[in-house]
């Protein structure tokens, strides 16, 4: 059972467009919502995280939105890059787990 | 590079057989995390390890187990393999026990199993 839904299941967008992934979730005890980042061969590494009580947070190119009443938050990857071409999960966490949406391939095409 | 090491990096086995992965979590995080990640489920929580102590339970089966020794480092133990246990199997930690905003979970690069 899914406890986060994740999409879409992959994206294409040109250099310099932007890249949007969203998130939804049941589990109101969720307190955690972090953005993982993963390249082929590689684990999934931390990209940016938000707390239920911020509606945006911005790091660099990458924006989480959180919706808390909707119960959904989003990524968007600003002027993508062909180097951001990856696979990214959002997760939900709370209580020392972290549940995981299904990823999303994004690639970027130069 | 994370700082999170795991062996080996790839497993190949035949059903039926027992397994075991390896982890050493970053130089002073106490927590260990296993997780699954097959193309069907997507990453899956196993179980945490707190210091010594396990702390949470995710989706493992009975036939798995996991420990983890004095010095930190952590073993995943996978008995009696079925074709469906094919998977990565990623081991991330983190400083804390509790998870969470302020407790980053670095994850390792996997150990890819493959059970034939």
């Known amino acids: 059972q899914q406890q986060v839904k994740q999409s879409p299941q992959s994206l294409i967008v040109q250099k310099g467009g932007i890249s949007i992934i969203n998130c939804a979730y049941e589990n109101t005890a969720f307190d955690y919502f972090p953005w993982y980042q993963q390249f082929p061969g590689k684990g999934p590494a931390l990209l940016i995280a938000i707390r239920p009580d911020v509606s945006e947070k911005k790091e660099g190119r990458f924006t989480i939105s959180f919706n808390k009443s909707a119960k959904q938050f989003s990524l968007h990857i600003m002027d993508s890059q062909p180097g951001d071409s990856a696979t990214y999960f959002c997760?939900?966490?709370?209580?020392?787990?972290?549940?995981f949406g299904a990823g999303t391939t994004v690639t970027v095409r130069a | 590079d994370s700082g999170v090491t795991q062996t080996p990096k790839h497993l190949i086995t035949a059903t039926g057989q027992r397994v075991t992965l390896r982890c050493s979590p970053r130089?002073?995080?106490?927590?260990v995390y296993w997780y699954q990640q097959s193309l069907d489920q997507g990453l899956q929580f196993l179980i945490q390890y707190y210091n010594g102590e396990e702390r949470a339970k995710g989706n493992i089966l009975e036939r798995f187990s996991a420990q983890q020794f004095p010095d930190l480092h952590s073993e995943l133990n996978l008995s009696s393999l079925e074709l469906g246990d094919s998977a990565l199997y990623f081991c991330?930690?983190?400083?804390?026990?509790?998870?969470?905003?302020?407790?980053?979970?670095?994850f390792g690069p996997g150990t890819r199993l493959t059970v034939l």
């Open positions: 991330a930690s983190s400083v804390g026990g509790g998870g969470g905003f302020t407790d980053t979970q670095y």
């Open positions: 997760a939900a966490g709370n209580d020392y787990k972290l549940s």
């Open positions: 130089s002073g995080d106490l927590s």
